[in-house]
């Protein structure tokens, strides 16, 4: 009879990888990311263990949103306080925070627990073409 195979954390080797977000499209860049982060494009993944790898986001201020997202999807952020929601739309977001499209995108596809927010901590982004990881020698990643 076979066993499941479970990787104990020593077992797991993280690599690094590095992406150019410049003209991808968000929902592309973030679907293939989180994959990484989440240890799904390894033969030795696991539901409920951290297996994945790091991925550098550069060029996050040049993503695309096709059609009409840049200037009606919003973006919504109360601080549980009567009337203090906030509403934002992705071209606003952009300008102030461009990284935040990029982050935002990526968390919604993570798992909604501890084991999320871990795989997010693997998750580097950056609005421009310098990252300050170039010591983990990432390997780069290409996307579609």
Same mark, same amino acid.
């Given at each position: %009879?076979?066993?499941?195979?479970?990787? $104990? *954390?020593?077992?797991?080797?993280? #690599?690094?990888?590095?992406? #150019?977000?410049? @003209?991808?499209?968000? !929902?592309?860049?973030?679907?293939?990311?989180?994959?990484?982060?989440t =240890?799904? @494009?390894?033969?030795?993944?696991?539901?409920?263990?951290?297996? !994945?790898?790091?991925?550098?986001?550069? @060029? *996050?201020?040049?993503?695309?949103?096709?059609?009409?997202?840049?200037?009606?999807?919003?973006?919504?952020? +109360?601080?549980? $306080?009567? =009337?203090?929601?906030?509403?934002?739309?992705?071209?606003?977001?952009?300008?102030? $925070?461009?990284? %935040?499209l990029?982050?935002?995108?990526?968390?919604? %596809?993570?798992?909604?627990?501890?084991?999320?927010?871990?795989q997010?901590? $693997?998750?580097?982004?950056? *609005?421009?073409?310098? +990252?300050? +990881?170039?010591?983990?020698?990432?390997?780069? %990643?290409?996307?579609?």
């Amino acid at each position: %009879m076979s066993k499941t195979y479970s990787p $104990k *954390a020593g077992e797991i080797e993280r #690599d690094w990888y590095v992406v #150019d977000a410049a @003209n991808l499209p968000l !929902g592309r860049l973030s679907t293939e990311v989180a994959r990484v982060l989440t =240890g799904k @494009n390894k033969p030795q993944y696991a539901p409920h263990i951290d297996t !994945g790898d790091f991925v550098i986001v550069v @060029n *996050a201020a040049r993503t695309v949103l096709t059609g009409n997202k840049e200037t009606e999807k919003k973006y919504y952020r +109360h601080s549980t $306080k009567p =009337g203090s929601l906030k509403v934002a739309t992705a071209q606003e977001v952009r300008s102030k $925070k461009p990284t %935040m499209l990029v982050e935002k995108a990526v968390r919604g %596809m993570l798992p909604k627990n501890k084991l999320g927010r871990r795989q997010l901590r $693997k998750l580097k982004v950056y *609005a421009g073409p310098e +990252h300050p +990881h170039a010591a983990q020698q990432p390997a780069p %990643m290409t996307i579609g």
